[in-house]
Every structure is written in structure tokens, then in C-alpha cells.
């Protein structure tokens, strides 16, 4: 049966590559921000392989955004499978001396307070699916705290503690997250030096960076993983072991 399934941030990078993913035989929407080119061609790319999909635009760095999206999910699904809250991001790299109120307020509005509110909102359409799941997109930086972006960092461990506490408080419906590495994704080409991106390549036990498709299928087997609720599956070439 087709999965009725949301992806924000989904039309580049991480998101783009689990909208390929997902797509298949599913009742997609893919959300976007400021890529509406983007979004729009691969809507069409997804359109013979897809049950259905949709391209919704919405700032979830704001309530209205959230709503408008879940209002949309619930107009077109009447139910939702699965939510992948992959949007978020670093704006720039900032060190903890220099940490401006602003930027604090800005990160956190992006990536903490746009999952929780959005989960929050999509609750009832998530408990009205078909064995519904939850998959939040971290980062390896919940691991060694990111220094020089440390409020990234603790913009997606928040994230982390939300999803162990919402998968308690929402089971059945599970709720687990996925820690991506270093992906080959626009996020370094803008932030990351080459000389920093050499260094973390050689630091990888597996001496490569990611691909966006291979958090995709990470994800995949998250949301197929029907016993497991309340983990972070870490996914960066062995960067960071436990």
C-alpha cells in the first residue's frame, strides 16, 4: 500500500536524494523554502514513479509556516506515514565568544523549533496512519559539539533528546533520528574550506565523505525498521564510533 509521506527541505541535498528514495510507488510531498526551481523540476522527475507528489513552499523557521504545512498534509492525505524532518541547517560558522543573540535565535528557530513545532502539528495525522514513524535528521556534530558552529551543534542535539522523548510519548508511532557525517551536499561547498574538508577525509576510517543518497538509505531502513523507536542511527564512515 502507498505511503503518504512528508519530506521537509526535500527537494536538495540530503532531502532531495530521499525524495528519489521514497518516491517509488508513495504519496509524496516534498516542502521546500527558497528552491522552488529546484523543487519544480523534481516534482517532474518524480511524477511517473510516484502514487502522487506534491511541492509545497513554507518557512518552517516560522508557526505560520509549520501550519500551512501540516494544513496542506491534511487537505491532500487526511493522514501521514511518515514525517522526515531533514530542513535545517548552519548559517554561518560563529565561535563561542562572538555568539550573538541573533544568531542563537535564528539556528534554533531553524532547526530545533521548526521540528518540534511541525511534529507537534502532524501528531494526530501521524497517529490516524498506517504504522507511522518519525525520522528527525541530526549530525555528527551532537557527537563532538562542532566547534566553531557550536550552535548548530546544539541546535541538533536538541533535536537528538527530542526524539528519544517524543518516542516515548508518542508510541505507538515511532520516532527515531539519523546523524549524518561529512555529505557532499551544498552545506561545505559554502562553509567547510577545502583544506578542512582534506582533513576530515583522512580523519574517516573509510577515507571518503558521504553522498546524500547514502543518508537516503540510511532513512530507508530507518522507516523500515518496525521494533525500533527512540535511536539515533549514526551515519559518517566511521568518523565517530561507539
Not at 31 to 41: G, I, L, M
Not at 195 to 220: C, H, N, W, Y
Amino acid at each position: 500500500m502507498a505511503k503518504r509521506i512528508l519530506i521537509t527541505g526535500g527537494a536538495v541535498g540530503i532531502g532531495e536524494a530521499t525524495s528519489r528514495q521514497l518516491a517509488p510507488g508513495n504519496r509524496l510531498i516534498v516542502h521546500y523554502n527558497a528552491s522552488a526551481a529546484e523543487a519544480s523540476s523534481l516534482i517532474k522527475e518524480l511524477e511517473p514513479v510516484a502514487a502522487e507528489v506534491h511541492a509545497i513552499q513554507a518557512n518552517l523557521a516560522t508557526d505560520q509556516g509549520c501550519v500551512l504545512l501540516r494544513d496542506a498534509v491534511q487537505s491532500r492525505f487526511g493522514a501521514l506515514d511518515v514525517l522526515v524532518n531533514n530542513a535545517g541547517g548552519m548559517i554561518e560558522r560563529c565561535a563561542v565568544k562572538d555568539l550573538p543573540w541573533d544568531h542563537l535565535l535564528a539556528t534554533f528557530e531553524l532547526n530545533v523549533f521548526s521540528t518540534m513545532r511541525l511534529t507537534a502539528l502532524c501528531t494526530d495525522l501521524l497517529q490516524r496512519g498506517d504504522d507511522s514513524c518519525v525520522v528527525n535528521v541530526t549530525s555528527i556534530s551532537i557527537r563532538h559539539g562542532a566547534p566553531t558552529a557550536t550552535a548548530y551543534g546544539a541546535a541538533k542535539a536538541a533535536i537528538d533528546a527530542f526524539t528519544r522523548g517524543a518516542a516515548r510519548e508518542l508510541a505507538p508511532v515511532r520516532v527515531n533520528a539519523v546523524a549524518p557525517g561529512i555529505i557532499d551536499t551544498r552545506f561545505h561547498e559554502r562553509l567547510t574550506p577545502p583544506d578542512k574538508m582534506r582533513s576530515f577525509i583522512e580523519a574517516t576510517p573509510l577515507k571518503r565523505i558521504g553522498t546524500p543518497e547514502t543518508v537516503a538509505k540510511a532513512i530507508q531502513f530507518i522507516i523500515d525498521s518496525d521494533f525500533m523507536t527512540g535511536e539515533t542511527v549514526d551515519c559518517n564512515g566511521g568518523l565517530f564510533m561507539r
